[in-house]
Protein backbone atom coordinates (compact mmCIF):
# COMPACT_ATOMS: atom_id res chain seq x y z
CA UNK A 1 0.00 0.00 0.00
CA UNK A 2 1.54 3.53 -0.63
CA UNK A 3 1.23 6.23 1.32
CA UNK A 4 -1.33 8.06 -0.74
CA UNK A 5 -3.78 4.88 0.13
CA UNK A 6 -3.06 5.35 3.78
CA UNK A 7 -3.65 8.74 3.91
CA UNK A 8 -7.20 7.81 2.24
CA UNK A 9 -7.43 5.46 4.87
CA UNK A 10 -7.16 7.28 7.94
CA UNK A 11 -7.01 11.03 6.70
CA UNK A 12 -11.04 11.11 5.90
CA UNK A 13 -12.15 12.77 9.50
CA UNK A 14 -13.89 11.29 12.33
CA UNK A 15 -16.93 9.92 10.39
CA UNK A 16 -15.29 8.63 7.03
CA UNK A 17 -11.54 7.41 7.70
CA UNK A 18 -11.13 3.85 8.57
CA UNK A 19 -8.42 1.98 10.84
CA UNK A 20 -5.85 0.09 9.12
CA UNK A 21 -4.83 -3.41 9.92
CA UNK A 22 -2.04 -4.56 12.67
CA UNK A 23 0.15 -6.03 9.43
CA UNK A 24 -0.85 -2.39 7.62
CA UNK A 25 0.13 -0.17 11.27
CA UNK A 26 3.40 -2.32 11.36
CA UNK A 27 4.17 -1.70 8.10
CA UNK A 28 3.59 1.85 8.05
CA UNK A 29 5.10 2.75 11.26
CA UNK A 30 8.36 0.59 9.95
CA UNK A 31 8.50 3.15 7.20
CA UNK A 32 7.85 6.38 9.49
CA UNK A 33 10.92 4.97 11.77
CA UNK A 34 13.61 4.43 9.15
CA UNK A 35 13.32 7.46 7.78
CA UNK A 36 11.27 6.13 4.68
CA UNK A 37 8.03 8.68 4.18
CA UNK A 38 8.51 11.88 2.39
CA UNK A 39 8.37 15.05 4.74
CA UNK A 40 4.86 15.65 3.06
CA UNK A 41 3.60 12.59 3.43
CA UNK A 42 4.55 12.23 7.18
CA UNK A 43 3.28 14.95 8.37
CA UNK A 44 -0.02 14.47 6.39
CA UNK A 45 0.00 10.89 8.38
CA UNK A 46 1.11 11.91 11.39
CA UNK A 47 -1.49 14.61 11.84
CA UNK A 48 -4.49 12.09 10.49
CA UNK A 49 -3.73 9.27 12.78
CA UNK A 50 -4.10 12.09 15.74
CA UNK A 51 -6.98 13.29 14.67
CA UNK A 52 -8.51 9.82 14.24
CA UNK A 53 -6.91 8.02 17.23
CA UNK A 54 -5.10 5.19 17.06
CA UNK A 55 -7.18 1.46 17.57
CA UNK A 56 -6.03 -1.66 19.27
CA UNK A 57 -4.83 -3.35 16.24
CA UNK A 58 -3.33 -0.17 15.06
CA UNK A 59 -1.03 0.65 18.68
CA UNK A 60 -0.07 -3.56 18.41
CA UNK A 61 1.17 -3.34 14.59
CA UNK A 62 3.36 0.38 15.53
CA UNK A 63 4.61 -1.46 18.96
CA UNK A 64 5.61 -4.34 16.80
CA UNK A 65 7.36 -2.00 14.34
CA UNK A 66 9.21 -0.07 17.10
CA UNK A 67 10.08 -2.53 19.49
CA UNK A 68 12.40 -4.21 16.59
CA UNK A 69 13.80 -0.65 16.69
CA UNK A 70 14.83 -0.60 20.40
CA UNK A 71 18.22 -1.14 21.41
CA UNK A 72 18.10 -3.37 23.88
CA UNK A 73 19.85 -3.42 27.47
CA UNK A 74 21.20 -6.07 29.98
CA UNK A 75 19.90 -5.60 33.53
CA UNK A 76 21.81 -6.20 36.74
CA UNK A 77 22.51 -9.70 36.85
CA UNK A 78 21.02 -10.06 40.20
CA UNK A 79 17.92 -8.26 42.66
CA UNK A 80 14.47 -7.04 41.63
CA UNK A 81 13.59 -6.51 38.34
CA UNK A 82 14.35 -3.23 36.83
CA UNK A 83 11.80 -0.57 36.74
CA UNK A 84 11.34 0.99 33.27
CA UNK A 85 10.56 4.77 33.93
CA UNK A 86 8.89 6.95 30.81
CA UNK A 87 8.98 10.67 31.10
CA UNK A 88 7.82 12.78 28.35
CA UNK A 89 5.87 15.56 29.96
CA UNK A 90 7.41 17.36 32.90
CA UNK A 91 5.90 20.12 34.87
CA UNK A 92 3.96 23.17 34.35
CA UNK A 93 2.25 23.62 37.08
CA UNK A 94 2.70 20.84 39.97
CA UNK A 95 6.37 19.89 41.14
CA UNK A 96 7.31 16.84 38.91
CA UNK A 97 7.77 13.87 41.16
CA UNK A 98 8.80 11.08 38.98
CA UNK A 99 12.58 11.19 40.23
CA UNK A 100 11.19 11.08 43.69
CA UNK A 101 9.78 7.42 42.65
CA UNK A 102 13.17 6.28 40.82
CA UNK A 103 15.42 7.39 43.85
CA UNK A 104 12.80 5.83 46.16
CA UNK A 105 12.71 2.12 44.07
CA UNK A 106 17.00 3.33 44.22
CA UNK A 107 16.84 2.60 48.02
CA UNK A 108 15.57 -0.12 47.73
CA UNK A 109 17.64 -1.79 45.62
CA UNK A 110 15.28 -1.82 43.00
CA UNK A 111 17.41 -1.21 39.72
CA UNK A 112 15.67 2.28 37.89
CA UNK A 113 15.86 2.62 34.05
CA UNK A 114 14.45 6.60 33.07
CA UNK A 115 14.26 7.56 29.52
CA UNK A 116 12.50 10.56 28.08
CA UNK A 117 13.91 13.99 26.10
CA UNK A 118 16.59 16.18 27.24
CA UNK A 119 14.77 19.43 26.34
CA UNK A 120 11.46 20.23 28.52
CA UNK A 121 9.28 22.14 25.58
CA UNK A 122 8.74 24.66 27.99
CA UNK A 123 8.01 22.55 31.03
CA UNK A 124 10.60 21.71 34.23
CA UNK A 125 11.57 17.81 32.13
CA UNK A 126 12.50 14.72 34.73
CA UNK A 127 16.23 15.32 33.62
CA UNK A 128 16.29 19.04 34.87
CA UNK A 129 15.21 17.50 37.93
CA UNK A 130 17.48 14.44 38.01
CA UNK A 131 20.63 16.87 37.37
CA UNK A 132 19.76 19.25 40.75
CA UNK A 133 19.61 15.74 41.87
CA UNK A 134 23.48 14.78 40.78
CA UNK A 135 22.40 12.36 38.07
CA UNK A 136 23.13 13.48 34.73
CA UNK A 137 21.91 11.33 31.15
CA UNK A 138 24.18 8.86 30.06
CA UNK A 139 25.51 9.80 26.94
CA UNK A 140 26.04 5.32 25.89
CA UNK A 141 23.89 2.72 26.28
CA UNK A 142 26.99 1.05 27.46
CA UNK A 143 27.52 3.97 30.27
CA UNK A 144 23.78 3.28 31.43
CA UNK A 145 23.94 -0.50 31.86
CA UNK A 146 27.27 0.60 33.88
CA UNK A 147 25.68 2.91 36.12
CA UNK A 148 22.40 0.50 36.26
CA UNK A 149 24.97 -2.06 37.93
CA UNK A 150 26.44 0.20 39.85
CA UNK A 151 24.52 2.62 41.27
CA UNK A 152 21.34 0.93 40.08
CA UNK A 153 19.75 3.78 38.48
CA UNK A 154 20.15 5.59 34.82
CA UNK A 155 18.57 8.44 32.54
CA UNK A 156 18.41 7.46 28.82
CA UNK A 157 17.97 9.83 26.08
CA UNK A 158 15.19 8.41 23.63
CA UNK A 159 17.67 9.15 20.74
CA UNK A 160 19.83 6.85 22.21
CA UNK A 161 17.24 3.85 22.76
CA UNK A 162 15.43 4.37 19.45
CA UNK A 163 17.57 7.14 17.21
CA UNK A 164 13.00 6.43 14.90
CA UNK A 165 11.11 7.53 17.65
CA UNK A 166 13.05 10.20 18.95
CA UNK A 167 12.80 11.77 15.44
CA UNK A 168 8.96 11.64 15.16
CA UNK A 169 8.80 13.24 19.00
CA UNK A 170 10.48 15.28 17.54
CA UNK A 171 7.82 16.15 14.66
CA UNK A 172 5.76 18.00 17.29
CA UNK A 173 7.91 20.84 16.88
CA UNK A 174 6.69 21.66 13.76
CA UNK A 175 3.29 19.96 13.64
CA UNK A 176 2.52 21.49 17.33
CA UNK A 177 0.98 18.79 18.44
CA UNK A 178 1.59 15.35 19.39
CA UNK A 179 1.90 12.17 17.81
CA UNK A 180 1.94 8.14 18.01
CA UNK A 181 5.25 8.05 18.85
CA UNK A 182 4.15 10.10 22.24
CA UNK A 183 2.27 6.55 23.43
CA UNK A 184 4.28 4.38 21.80
CA UNK A 185 7.49 5.63 23.94
CA UNK A 186 5.99 4.92 26.97
CA UNK A 187 5.68 1.18 26.08
CA UNK A 188 8.62 0.20 25.60
CA UNK A 189 10.69 -2.24 27.57
CA UNK A 190 14.74 -1.71 26.66
CA UNK A 191 15.27 -5.25 28.72
CA UNK A 192 13.13 -7.86 26.48
CA UNK A 193 10.21 -8.39 28.39
CA UNK A 194 12.26 -8.51 32.07
CA UNK A 195 11.30 -5.01 33.18
CA UNK A 196 8.29 -3.69 34.54
CA UNK A 197 6.68 -0.86 32.77
CA UNK A 198 5.26 2.34 34.71
CA UNK A 199 3.17 3.44 32.10
CA UNK A 200 0.68 6.62 32.76
CA UNK A 201 -1.84 7.96 30.27
CA UNK A 202 -4.08 11.53 30.81
CA UNK A 203 -7.21 10.88 29.05
CA UNK A 204 -9.81 7.62 30.19
CA UNK A 205 -10.00 6.44 26.34
CA UNK A 206 -6.29 6.30 26.56
CA UNK A 207 -6.42 4.74 29.76
CA UNK A 208 -8.69 2.30 28.52
CA UNK A 209 -6.64 1.79 24.94
CA UNK A 210 -3.87 1.29 26.97
CA UNK A 211 -4.92 -1.59 29.24
CA UNK A 212 -6.21 -2.96 26.65
CA UNK A 213 -3.09 -3.28 24.97
CA UNK A 214 -1.50 -4.45 28.59
CA UNK A 215 -3.78 -7.80 28.37
CA UNK A 216 -3.54 -8.50 24.80
CA UNK A 217 0.18 -8.48 25.25
CA UNK A 218 0.68 -9.89 28.06
CA UNK A 219 3.10 -7.59 29.35
CA UNK A 220 3.70 -6.34 32.94
CA UNK A 221 2.97 -2.96 33.75
CA UNK A 222 1.69 -0.37 36.20
CA UNK A 223 -1.12 1.78 34.78
CA UNK A 224 -2.39 4.68 36.58
CA UNK A 225 -3.42 8.05 35.35
CA UNK A 226 -0.52 10.69 35.19
CA UNK A 227 0.23 13.94 37.19
CA UNK A 228 0.76 16.28 33.98
CA UNK A 229 1.27 13.24 32.30
CA UNK A 230 3.84 12.25 34.10
CA UNK A 231 3.86 8.17 35.43
CA UNK A 232 3.48 9.22 39.75
CA UNK A 233 0.51 9.71 41.54
CA UNK A 234 -0.93 12.98 42.13
CA UNK A 235 -0.30 13.69 45.64
CA UNK A 236 -3.38 15.38 46.19
CA UNK A 237 -6.14 12.99 44.92
CA UNK A 238 -4.67 9.18 44.21
CA UNK A 239 -5.57 7.59 41.43
CA UNK A 240 -6.37 4.09 40.66
CA UNK A 241 -3.17 2.19 40.43
CA UNK A 242 -3.87 -1.21 38.38
CA UNK A 243 -1.58 -3.88 37.93
CA UNK A 244 -0.99 -6.13 34.46
CA UNK A 245 0.81 -9.27 35.01
CA UNK A 246 0.19 -12.25 31.92
CA UNK A 247 -2.88 -10.72 30.57
CA UNK A 248 -4.90 -10.54 33.49
CA UNK A 249 -4.93 -7.09 35.75
CA UNK A 250 -5.68 -6.35 39.23
CA UNK A 251 -6.27 -3.18 40.99
CA UNK A 252 -4.32 -2.86 43.75
CA UNK A 253 -5.08 1.18 45.06
CA UNK A 254 -8.54 2.09 44.14
CA UNK A 255 -8.72 5.78 43.51
CA UNK A 256 -9.62 8.38 46.09
CA UNK A 257 -13.11 10.17 45.37
CA UNK A 258 -15.03 12.44 47.19
CA UNK A 259 -13.48 16.34 48.80
CA UNK A 260 -10.02 16.49 49.43
CA UNK A 261 -10.11 16.67 53.43
CA UNK A 262 -6.13 18.00 53.37
CA UNK A 263 -3.17 19.23 51.12
CA UNK A 264 -0.26 17.29 52.10
CA UNK A 265 2.88 18.65 51.89
CA UNK A 266 4.20 19.26 48.60
CA UNK A 267 6.71 21.86 46.89
CA UNK A 268 4.93 25.70 46.31
CA UNK A 269 7.16 26.03 43.12
CA UNK A 270 7.91 23.55 40.23
CA UNK A 271 11.27 24.75 39.32
CA UNK A 272 14.09 22.04 39.36
CA UNK A 273 15.53 23.40 41.78
CA UNK A 274 12.95 23.41 44.71
CA UNK A 275 11.49 19.96 43.52
CA UNK A 276 15.33 18.83 44.13
CA UNK A 277 15.50 20.13 47.36
CA UNK A 278 12.09 19.29 48.51
CA UNK A 279 12.51 15.80 46.88
CA UNK A 280 16.14 15.04 49.05
CA UNK A 281 13.85 16.52 52.30
CA UNK A 282 11.70 13.57 51.61
CA UNK A 283 14.14 11.01 51.06
CA UNK A 284 16.02 11.86 54.36
CA UNK A 285 12.54 11.86 55.98
CA UNK A 286 12.56 15.34 57.10
CA UNK A 287 9.47 16.00 55.90
CA UNK A 288 6.59 13.64 55.02
CA UNK A 289 5.62 11.68 52.02
CA UNK A 290 2.25 12.60 50.11
CA UNK A 291 0.50 9.16 51.22
CA UNK A 292 -0.48 8.62 47.03
CA UNK A 293 3.17 8.50 46.14
CA UNK A 294 3.84 6.08 49.12
CA UNK A 295 1.28 3.72 47.85
CA UNK A 296 2.41 3.55 44.36
CA UNK A 297 6.16 2.93 46.07
CA UNK A 298 4.31 -0.06 47.83
CA UNK A 299 2.56 -1.00 44.03
CA UNK A 300 6.43 -0.94 42.23
CA UNK A 301 7.61 -2.60 45.39
CA UNK A 302 5.00 -5.39 44.64
CA UNK A 303 5.65 -5.91 41.24
CA UNK A 304 9.12 -5.92 40.74
CA UNK A 305 9.45 -8.53 42.93
CA UNK A 306 10.85 -6.83 45.79
CA UNK A 307 8.10 -7.98 48.10
CA UNK A 308 5.93 -11.34 47.04
CA UNK A 309 3.40 -9.83 49.29
CA UNK A 310 1.30 -6.90 48.26
CA UNK A 311 0.38 -6.60 52.02
CA UNK A 312 4.02 -6.76 52.87
CA UNK A 313 5.07 -4.59 50.00
CA UNK A 314 2.40 -2.04 51.98
CA UNK A 315 3.93 -1.92 55.35
CA UNK A 316 7.66 -1.69 54.01
CA UNK A 317 6.97 1.83 52.36
CA UNK A 318 4.94 2.60 55.43
CA UNK A 319 7.87 1.96 57.68
CA UNK A 320 10.69 3.00 55.26
CA UNK A 321 9.54 6.67 54.43
CA UNK A 322 7.93 7.47 57.75
CA UNK A 323 4.30 7.31 56.38
CA UNK A 324 2.98 4.42 58.78
CA UNK A 325 -0.81 6.14 57.82
CA UNK A 326 -0.27 4.32 54.37
CA UNK A 327 -0.28 1.08 55.84
Not at 30 to 42: H, I, N, R, T, Y
Amino acid sequence: MSYTAYLKEIGRGPNGSRPLSEDDAQHLMSAMLDGGVPDMELGGLLMAMRMKGETLDELLGFYQAVDKRVYKLTPPASGPRPVVIPTYNGARRQANLTPLIALWLKQFGVPVLLHGELEGHGRVATVHVMRELDILPCSTLVQAETRLANDLIAFVPTSALSPGLASLLNARSRLGVRNSAHTLVKLIDPFNGVGLRLISASHPDYLQLLSDFLITTGFDALLLRGTEGEPYANPKRRPELRYFQGGESRVLFEAESGPIKSVPPIPDTCDAVSTARWIKRVLAREISAPLPLVNQLACCLYASGYSQDFNQAKAIAAVETGSLAAA
